[in-house]
């Protein structure tokens, strides 16, 4: 076991494979703690820290559970239902999309209908200047509160632990990696949850921005499982240049507000 670890501190291509898990890694935790931060938010203000932290402990146990498993894990992959139905051939000589189902499509798939229901739901609860009885609303009972958001924050820990540790193994074969990376994700989540969070509280459109991540990471989930592999890259760089218009339209609404409060220098 020394041995191997030693070898593996020494190998350049491990230590690659490391650093680039990581980094995916992280973006997926980032999309676990949007919807974390979002959930906790709608609880009174006493309670977020520790659903956070308990959502996040989940996200961490299973991760954890699933590296244990890992042979099963892979094995989701096997067709479990077939359709029959394909999609016209595109040019790489893959089909535009399939209904050959493994357990890990029919899980992406799940997990991104209810990504798609729950987005669209707190949309329309944020424009909706109509009084809802959300079992997430502020006015509800407080221990109903705890309980839905902490429920419906382990059914997406579920979710994006497959995603996250299905990654894993599509990027190295070494379980000490996948381990070390898992934990350094979610230390990054730790640290930034409570940040993160006051931040969308203190942005209500930084809100609206965070739920319509939220509807396309579903959507993309749902392709995934019906086999259309969309670039990563391109979903990533998609968010990072709205949230790079949403930073500029901040400042500029912090540059307006100061210059509505400043004093008039020809006063």
């Known amino acids: 076991m020394f041995d191997y670890l030693a070898g593996l ?107 798609v229901w729950k987005a669209t739901k707190e949309i329309h609860h944020t424009v909706d200047p109509t009084p809802t009885h959300d079992v997430l609303d502020k006015k509800a009972v407080v221990i109903n509160n705890a309980g839905a958001a902490i429920f419906q924050i382990i059914l997406l820990d579920l979710v994006f632990s497959i995603d996250s540790i299905l990654t894993a193994i599509g990027m190295t074969d070494h379980l000490p990696i996948m381990v070390v990376a898992v934990l350094a994700a979610i230390a990054v989540m730790l640290l930034a949850a409570d940040p993160l969070a006051d931040f969308i509280a203190k942005n209500p459109t930084v809100v609206m921005l965070a739920l319509g991540f939220l509807l396309m990471i579903g959507m993309v989930l749902i392709a995934d499982g019906f086999g259309v592999h969309v670039p990563k890259g391109y979903i990533y760089a998609a968010m990072a240049f709205s949230a790079l218009v949403e930073g500029l339209n901040m400042l500029s609404r912090r540059s307006a507000a100061k210059r509505a409060t400043a004093p008039d220098p020809h006063i």
């Open 9 to 115: 501190l020494s190998d350049p291509a491990a230590w690659a494979a490391l650093v680039t898990l990581v980094v995916m890694e992280v973006v997926l935790g980032i999309d676990n703690l949007i919807f974390i931060s979002i959930l906790s938010n709608k609880l009174p203000e006493h309670q977020r820290q520790r659903v956070r932290r308990i959502g996040i402990g989940l996200a961490l146990i299973m991760r954890l559970a699933l590296l244990s498993i890992i042979a099963w894990l892979v094995g989701l992959t096997a067709t479990v239902v077939d359709l029959g139905i394909v999609g016209p051939v595109g040019e790489h000589g893959e089909p535009a999309f399939e209904t050959a189902f493994s357990w890990k499509d029919l899980i992406l798939i799940a997990g991104g209908l209810f990504l």
